[in-house]
């Protein structure tokens, strides 16, 4: 399984971006998508996750009302919409994917990760 981010980028506080993340190896529909951020000199850290239908979604306190995750099953791909962004939102963006029970709040959960999306907010 393959998992290709992509739309990180500088914006400016109070701005928005999309990150992308296409998967492929695997039908998507049977796998729970997950993002994650790790900002320098700290640990990785959930943000958003989504169900294998795109019925259920959850979110991190510190992102809840400004990032919204989604998915279209039709072409692999899981999407972050974020907003409002702050300074304390960057970080390298990683997707993951998880194929068993349901989603999960913790990174050793999911089985497969992409190779990450930088995002700077500056002040």
């Known amino acids: 399984v393959q998992l290709q981010a992509s739309g990180g980028g500088l914006v400016q506080a109070g701005g928005s971006l999309r990150l992308s993340c296409v998967v492929s190896g695997r039908t998507f529909s049977s796998l729970n998508m997950a993002w994650f951020r790790q900002a320098p000199g700290k640990e990785r850290e959930f943000v958003a996750a989504?169900?294998?239908?795109?019925?259920?979604?959850t979110y991190a306190e510190s992102v809840k009302g400004r990032f919204t995750i989604s998915r279209d099953n039709a072409k692999n791909t899981v999407y972050l919409q974020m907003t409002s962004l702050k300074p304390e939102d960057t970080a390298v963006y990683y997707c993951?994917?998880?194929?068993?029970?349901?989603?999960?709040?913790?990174?050793?959960?999911?089985?497969?990760w992409g190779q990450g999306t930088l995002v700077t907010v500056s002040s």
């Open positions: 989504i169900s294998r239908s795109g019925g259920e979604t």
């Open positions: 993951a994917a998880e194929g068993g029970l349901g989603y999960s709040y913790y990174s050793h959960d999911y089985d497969y």
